[in-house]
């Protein structure tokens, strides 16, 4: 591990747990923000849940772990991902003795640091927190996840006042409730500036004027043929319209890149490729006319980039995206996503609901990374008089 120097000795370390690239890009505001503090002083714990996507995200932002336990290995299990997060980054923690730890969102790495750092009586903020769809199982492991990780946290930051509401009707202390916005938008806002055009290759050859439309699915609850019925939509949709172009980063599963491939691999203007590095990814969604997606993620940054989105799945614990009019829950029924898809391509935002989006985002303006530093260096200052 690597050794703290004077200065960081006189600051109060705050651990960042991370494991995956959406907690890697969300999370990366608030370390950024933890280096400039005078009195606080940020330690980057990777454990490697899913280990590429997250250092290229992290290399992104100019951050290097800390530690990276790197624990992925190939068809792991919940079983394995949630004992060996749980036992390591223990063995982190009880070495480290850091003043806050910091999780985020709804990863396995999430649920299982939290208990860890829970077991050590650590002082425990829990960024992304208080977001419900109401049932357990949906999505899957997702929601236990974070239901467990606000269980056990002593400081939560949820992004919305749905989601702060959420947590004062589970008895959380109001007190420790702070309303931030979402960190994705600060990870966003941060990133845009440097995205001008895509790496990847293939995205190149989409011409200049034509019309684009992305997909991504990687829920559990999507595999199978609940993917089959979304890539028969998308062959439809392509058919009905001959200028327009997909853009199509495949999960790693091996079943979930063979549905794709059965059933989209012939068409000529879908790019099929692998999972798509941060940057490009920003330019993808900018560069889309229409989104489908099961991601939690995409839908709060779509509601910045104004990109209509059919969520593809029948609960969604972002409410607020589809309240707002960017996002439109659509399920894996065919008939459903090519009704709603028909009506984005056509008419933009404007097919999803009815009228133009509000004028504030619900998910803030970028701020959210400060709210969450200022109140653990509160909560730091007091301590130390």
């Known amino acids: 591990?690597?050794?703290?120097?004077?200065?960081?000795?006189?600051?109060?370390?705050?651990?960042?747990?991370?494991?995956?690239?959406?907690?890697?890009?969300?999370?990366?505001?608030?370390?950024?923000?933890?280096?400039?503090?005078?009195?606080?002083?940020?330690?980057?714990?990777?454990?490697?849940?899913?280990?590429?996507?997250?250092?290229?995200?992290?290399?992104?932002?100019?951050?290097?772990?800390?530690?990276?336990?790197?624990?992925?290995?190939?068809?792991?299990?919940?079983?394995?991902?949630?004992?060996?997060?749980?036992?390591?980054?223990?063995?982190v923690l009880d070495e480290l003795?850091?003043?806050?730890?910091?999780?985020?969102?709804?990863?396995?790495?999430?649920?299982?640091?939290s208990l860890a750092a829970f077991y050590r009586r650590s002082r425990l903020g829990h960024v992304e927190a208080g977001l419900r769809s109401g049932d357990i199982v949906r999505p899957f492991p997702e929601e236990l996840n974070r239901m467990i990780s606000d269980r056990v946290a002593g400081w939560w930051f949820p992004p919305?006042?749905?989601?702060?509401?959420?947590?004062?009707?589970?008895?959380?202390?109001?007190?420790?409730?702070?309303?931030?916005?979402?960190?994705?938008i600060d990870a966003l806002l941060l990133a845009t500036s440097k995205v001008a055009s895509p790496c990847c290759g293939d995205l190149l050859s989409i011409p200049a004027k034509a019309p684009v439309m992305l997909l991504t699915a990687h829920r559990r609850e999507s595999w199978g043929e609940p993917l089959r019925r979304i890539c028969n939509a998308v062959?439809?949709?392509m058919k009905e319209n001959p200028g327009l172009w997909a853009i199509v980063p495949m999960h790693r599963n091996p079943e979930v890149r063979k549905v794709f491939r059965d059933i989209l691999s012939d068409e000529s203007r879908v790019i099929l490729c692998d999972p798509l590095d941060y940057p490009d990814f920003i330019w993808a969604m900018k560069r889309s006319d229409l989104i489908l997606t099961d991601s939690g993620g995409i839908q709060e940054e779509t509601t910045i980039l104004k990109v209509p989105t059919l969520v593809m799945r029948e609960l969604t614990e972002r409410p607020e995206a589809v309240d707002y009019g960017t996002s439109l829950l659509v399920g894996t029924d065919p008939e459903r996503i090519l009704k709603a898809a028909r009506r984005a391509l056509e008419y933009g935002l404007e097919g999803l609901s009815e009228g133009q989006p509000g004028e504030t985002p619900p998910f803030g303006s970028g701020r959210a990374s400060d709210r969450i530093v200022e109140t653990i260096e509160s909560l730091f200052l007091k301590e130390m008089r």
């Open 1 to 91: 591990m690597r050794k703290s120097s004077r200065t960081e000795q006189t600051r109060g370390t705050v651990c960042c747990v991370i494991g995956t690239r959406p907690e890697a890009i969300k999370m990366a505001p608030v370390i950024l923000k933890l280096r400039e503090s005078a009195s606080l002083a940020p330690f980057v714990l990777a454990t490697g849940q899913h280990t590429r996507m997250m250092r290229q995200s992290l290399d992104f932002f100019g951050i290097e772990p800390d530690v990276d336990l790197a624990l992925m290995k190939e068809s792991q299990s919940l079983d394995y991902i949630t004992s060996k997060v749980l036992e390591e980054v223990g063995r």
């Open 97 to 113: 003795r850091p003043f806050f730890v910091l999780v985020h969102g709804d990863t396995t790495t999430t649920m299982a640091s």
């Open 160 to 184: 919305t006042e749905g989601a702060e509401q959420n947590l004062i009707k589970e008895g959380c202390d109001p007190s420790r409730v702070i309303r931030t916005g979402n960190t994705v």
């Open 235 to 237: 062959s439809t949709i």
